[in-house]
């Protein structure tokens, strides 16, 4: 018996030390992130052109068709990978916080 409540002494101490840690790494991530989105999105060139083709009916071109290698799509794709990233962090952040809060 007395085994059973040193381990579990010993997980609550490791889960109170380390995850104040990994939410402050977890929230950093979060911010450098949430910059590099505000940067690519002031990169990208504006797409308002695009919507006039829908009224016109006119076919895509060569370079609407390779979009994603140009500039502005490799802009688009870190963009969406940034916010997956913050959404995942974000995630993980809440779910150490009800993990720290049950333990302590």
């Excluded at 609550?12 to 979060?30: A, E, H, N």
């Excluded at 009224?55 to 895509?60: A, D, K, R």
């Excluded at 979009?67 to 794709?77: A, E, Q, Y």
């Excluded at 870190?78 to 997956?84: E, F, H, K, P």
């Amino acid at each position: 018996m007395k085994l059973f409540l040193l381990a579990d002494q010993i997980q609550s101490d490791w889960i109170t030390k380390v995850f104040p840690v990994l939410r402050y790494v977890l929230f950093g991530i979060v911010v450098a992130c949430a910059i590099v989105i505000i940067i690519s999105i002031l990169l990208q060139t504006n797409s308002s052109s695009d919507a006039g083709n829908v009224i016109t009916g006119s076919q895509e071109s060569y370079y609407s068709q390779n979009k994603g290698s140009t500039r502005d799509g490799k802009l688009k794709i870190l963009t969406i990978v940034m916010a997956s990233v913050i959404a995942f962090c974000a995630l993980l952040y809440f779910i150490s916080e009800i993990i720290n809060k049950t333990v302590a």
